[in-house]
């Protein structure tokens, strides 16, 4: 099988052994070729491996180990942790809430069944194991201003339920079986070299291309929507640290993280100061707007900061500065 035949993954160097060996599922997505490229300078290249179900582009094949990886296949997923002698696992497949809401059933297989397999690979071969939960894991009856770590979570999304389901199961194991469970709950998080596909948040990255594009962009969200957002260095950095705290210092195993909280309407005026003749409408998607409207608008993460000293880096300012320096607003 693929993961027997690269014997680069097995030709661990001696302090390259000190290490801890990574597999990343649903490699592909948003996040996780930036989490490869972070976690591969810090344990080196051959211990992080990337999978997804998906072909790679070249530059990610050729930039460290990758490989097929089904998280709904338990024998190929359970194969690959002892065949690479995976000691942390990033859970990162997964639908979100927009395109999670078009299919319900690959929604429920892909975030229900295939995290079940996940965790108990995870408990069976004793690996530390990370997996993302999100603001969409409230729902309209969650206090929405600011969301605070405990309280009443009943999303309206599958992708929101399967993340709560993910939340109290990971910590479930985490307390029956020791699983070393460790969970974020990111806000919408903004790139630059990599798309989201199918969130509610997705505009806040669209609106970036879009102006660099044509100068015009449609949001499907109202003006006045208010959402906690993150550039993705954040988001990485602060998942590194949540998986390299010592246990003593977690309170608890899911920590809401955030860094700001914005309206389509204050990116627009940010990224006007880029692009001044940005024009842009609106064109509200009930689903998603919906959607967006039963989220938090806040994010209260005053417990992650306190017991393992999350700090972001980037505000609004900084976050439209870093976007248009990567995607450059001369291509136009
Ligand atoms: C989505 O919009 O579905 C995601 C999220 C906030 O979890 N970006």
């Not at 297989?109 to 999100?134: K, M």
């Not at 102006?211 to 993150?230: E, H, N, Q, V």
Request: proline share 6%; charged share 20%; aromatic share 10%.
């Amino acid at each position: 099988r693929q993961v027997a035949s690269d014997a680069s993954f097995h030709s661990v160097t001696f302090s390259e052994s000190d290490h801890p060996r990574v597999l990343i599922t649903g490699g592909l997505g948003q996040l996780g070729v930036g989490l490869a490229k972070l976690l591969r300078k810090r344990f080196g290249k051959n211990n992080v491996i990337l999978s997804d179900i998906r072909k790679p582009a070249d530059n990610v094949f050729y930039s460290g180990p990758f490989i097929f990886a089904d998280i709904l296949d338990y024998k190929n997923l359970r194969e690959i942790v002892v065949n690479n002698r995976i000691t942390w696992l990033f859970h990162y497949s997964a639908l979100l809430s927009a395109v999670g809401e078009a299919n319900v059933p690959l929604a429920r297989a892909v975030n229900i069944t295939g995290l079940h397999n996940v965790l108990d690979i995870a408990a069976e071969h004793n690996l530390r194991l990370f997996v993302p939960s999100t603001i969409g894991a409230f729902g309209p009856t969650s206090p929405r201003d600011p969301t605070p770590d405990l309280c009443i979570q009943r999303p309206r999304t599958i992708y929101g339920v399967s993340k709560v389901h993910a939340e109290l199961m990971g910590e479930y194991y985490h307390y029956r079986y020791g699983l070393d469970f460790r969970c974020l709950r990111y806000p919408g998080i903004i790139s630059a070299d990599s798309q989201p596909g199918g969130g509610t948040t997705d505009y806040a990255v669209q609106i970036f291309h879009d102006a660099i594009k044509s100068g015009k962009f449609k949001c499907y969200l109202r003006p006045d929507t208010r959402l906690p957002m993150m550039y993705i260095d954040d988001c990485l950095k602060a998942t590194l640290e949540v998986m390299e705290a010592p246990a003593e210092a977690l309170t608890m195993r899911t920590y809401n993280i955030n860094a700001m909280s914005f309206t389509p309407e204050d990116l627009a005026q940010e990224v006007q100061k880029y692009v001044p003749e940005l024009q842009v409408t609106y064109n509200v998607d009930q689903v998603k707007q919906a959607i967006a409207d039963s989220w938090p608008m806040n994010f209260d993460d005053s417990n992650a900061r306190r017991d393992w000293g999350w700090k972001h880096d980037y505000d609004l300012p900084e976050l439209v500065t870093t976007m248009f320096s990567y995607l450059g607003s001369d291509s136009r």
